[in-house]
């Protein structure tokens, strides 16, 4: 029986990079580089999907699975997202929000085709944070981020979400976030749960990722900066796995 993604998460001690790849915006060029630094073990997880996509990212996941052992994990952004063909799925609750249909809605409606498939379910916590503009994430899910100078409230909601049993908190700037998630707030609920802390959303720098590293996030996911500018890959990789806990 293959290794479960999320032992390896919880038992192995080291932080770990997510690509997020946007099925609209992942052209043959780009996917075949990904692949290549994949194979060099610079990526540990691809994340697949986005807040609004036209293309199913079936064809995506597919293609990467046929050419790579990393986990390939579905990131819906809506139901129409949905497909069984990943390793595995972030079944997301937007617990900072107050919409019922992400909370638990779309998780019942896509519930019983779940439990057909062969995908591993990691159910998550998923926290917006406010870090001054209105993104994607906020605008289609119909919610209010937190802001991110209310870190009584974020930890509230991130241990309320591993009491309710998820098995993984995201901390959620959105994709081409001008800030990123402060380190101050990562390190305030890092220091309030157990399970895995994954955080998101404008990350583009260096220093950025060690400050968030430091600041104890265990999934650090990148888009825009590697959609942007694919090279750096190679450093920020190497800055992530070069924490050992
Ligand atoms: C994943 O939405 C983020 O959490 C990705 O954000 O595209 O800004 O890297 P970027």
Request: aromatic content about 6%; overall charge negative.
């Given at each position: 029986?293959?290794?479960?993604?999320?032992?390896?998460?919880?038992?192995?001690?080291?932080?770990?990079?997510?690509?997020?790849?946007?099925?609209?915006?992942?052209?043959?060029?780009?996917?075949?580089?990904?692949?290549?630094?994949?194979?060099?073990?610079?990526?540990?997880?691809?994340?697949?999907?986005?807040?609004?996509?036209?293309?199913?990212?079936?064809?995506?996941?597919?293609?990467?699975?046929?050419?790579?052992?990393?986990?390939?994990?579905?990131?819906?952004?809506?139901?129409?997202?949905?497909?069984?063909?990943?390793?595995?799925?972030?079944?997301?609750?937007l617990?900072?929000g107050?919409n019922?249909e992400l909370l638990?809605?779309?998780?019942?409606?896509?519930?019983?085709?779940?439990?057909?498939?062969?995908?591993?379910?990691?159910?998550?916590?998923?926290?917006?944070?406010?870090?001054?503009?209105?993104?994607?994430?906020?605008?289609?899910s119909?919610?209010?981020?937190?802001?991110?100078?209310?870190?009584?409230?974020?930890?509230?909601?991130?241990?309320?979400?591993?009491?309710?049993?998820?098995?993984?908190?995201?901390?959620?700037?959105?994709?081409?976030?001008?800030?990123?998630?402060?380190?101050?707030?990562?390190?305030?609920?890092?220091?309030?749960?157990?399970?895995?802390?994954?955080?998101?959303?404008?990350?583009?720098?260096?220093?950025?990722?060690?400050?968030?590293?430091?600041?104890?996030?265990?999934?650090?996911?990148?888009?825009?900066?590697?959609?942007?500018?694919?090279?750096?890959?190679?450093?920020?990789?190497?800055?992530?796995?070069?924490?050992?806990?």
């Amino acid at each position: 029986m293959k290794e479960s993604i999320y032992h390896n998460i919880i038992n192995k001690n080291n932080k770990k990079l997510a690509i997020l790849i946007d099925p609209d915006k992942a052209d043959e060029f780009y996917i075949n580089a990904l692949l290549q630094l994949a194979d060099r073990g610079q990526i540990d997880f691809f994340f697949v999907g986005g807040s609004l996509v036209a293309e199913n990212p079936e064809k995506i996941i597919l293609n990467l699975k046929k050419h790579t052992r990393v986990p390939v994990i579905l990131f819906p952004g809506s139901l129409l997202q949905y497909t069984h063909s990943a390793d595995a799925i972030l079944l997301l609750s937007l617990i900072s929000g107050r919409n019922p249909e992400l909370l638990i809605g779309n998780q019942v409606a896509v519930a019983p085709f779940l439990k057909k498939s062969n995908m591993e379910v990691l159910s998550t916590g998923y926290i917006l944070i406010n870090t001054g503009s209105i993104t994607s994430v906020e605008y289609i899910s119909n919610t209010v981020p937190i802001p991110d100078n209310k870190i009584d409230i974020v930890v509230a909601t991130a241990i309320a979400g591993e009491m309710l049993g998820l098995k993984l908190i995201y901390l959620e700037a959105g994709s081409g976030a001008q800030r990123t998630v402060s380190p101050e707030l990562i390190q305030n609920v890092k220091q309030n749960i157990t399970v895995p802390l994954i955080v998101g959303g404008g990350i583009k720098t260096e220093q950025q990722i060690k400050n968030i590293c430091n600041a104890g996030a265990d999934i650090i996911v990148l888009g825009t900066a590697i959609e942007k500018d694919l090279k750096q890959l190679i450093d920020f990789s190497e800055i992530i796995h070069s924490y050992h806990e």
